[in-house]
């Protein structure tokens, strides 16, 4: 009998073949985009900042730690390279990977990320779902815009924002969370309110 990979042993297989996948594609798209750009002899006139001097569809990047674990992955429907070492991600995803803390994933149309692919600042319809684990429900986030640092996992926006959890539900503008820490701070015009299952009541929530 064959024995199943767990979620989490499909990341760390994930981890490893997608960095090698990735060069190997990334290096292909390249060269097309090279191609596409050359005249067929000589060197090419250097590419306008705003166009894209490479690209990959299907796009993803794992990033692991010291000790080989998976810690994110960075996922796009099509991926755009910059001379300035941007990319522009077109259906972007990032997603934690940390086995210690409760999985998120964010969504959003398109996204723009820095060269070490460690900020991505993130446009369009963005979504923050939170996970459940043993002590909390999964809890979404949804605003227009955010920007996201994948290493110490923090989300940030200064836009309006939505957060429900279960039958709870808080709205205001501007928000900060941090995933690792377990704190959500929404900075202004906070309303909503809180159901604590546990007390089963309604409490208003605090804002600042």
């Known amino acids: 009998m064959e024995d199943a990979l767990s979620p989490r042993g499909w990341d760390r297989l994930a981890a490893s073949l997608s960095i090698v996948l990735l060069t190997a594609v990334g290096g292909g798209a390249w060269y097309l985009a090279e191609r596409a750009g050359g005249d067929g002899g000589g060197a090419s006139e250097p590419r306008p900042p705003d166009e894209p001097d490479a690209f990959v569809d299907r796009f993803a990047l794992v990033r692991v730690d010291a000790q080989g674990r998976a810690t994110y992955r960075v996922e796009a429907d099509?991926?755009?390279?910059?001379?300035?070492?941007?990319?522009?991600?077109?259906?972007?995803?990032?997603?934690?990977?940390?086995?210690?803390?409760?999985?998120?994933?964010?969504?959003?149309d398109r996204g723009?990320?820095?060269?070490?692919?460690?900020?991505?600042?993130?446009?369009?319809?963005?979504?923050?779902?939170?996970?459940?684990?043993?002590?909390?429900?999964?809890?979404?986030?949804?605003?227009?815009?955010?920007?996201?640092?994948?290493?110490?996992?923090?989300?940030?926006?200064?836009?309006?924002?939505?957060?429900?959890?279960?039958?709870?539900?808080?709205?205001?503008?501007?928000?900060?969370?941090?995933?690792?820490?377990?704190?959500?701070q929404v900075k202004s015009r906070v309303r909503g309110s809180w159901y604590d299952p546990d007390a089963s009541s309604t409490t208003p929530p605090s804002s600042s």
Do not use: C
């Not at 070492?85 to 959003?108: F, K, M, Y």
């Not at 939170?130 to 909390?136: S, V, W």
């Not at 808080?170 to 820490?181: F, P």
């Open 78 to 108: 099509r991926a755009l390279h910059f001379p300035d070492e941007t990319t522009e991600l077109r259906g972007a995803r990032v997603v934690s990977l940390d086995p210690s803390v409760a999985r998120v994933t964010i969504r959003a």
């Open 112 to 184: 723009r990320a820095d060269a070490g692919v460690t900020r991505v600042e993130l446009d369009g319809d963005v979504v923050l779902t939170r996970a459940p684990d043993g002590k909390n429900q999964a809890m979404r986030i949804r605003t227009e815009s955010a920007v996201v640092l994948v290493d110490p996992q923090v989300a940030r926006t200064d836009k309006p924002v939505l957060i429900t959890m279960g039958q709870s539900f808080l709205q205001g503008t501007g928000m900060e969370y941090d995933h690792l820490n377990r704190r959500l």
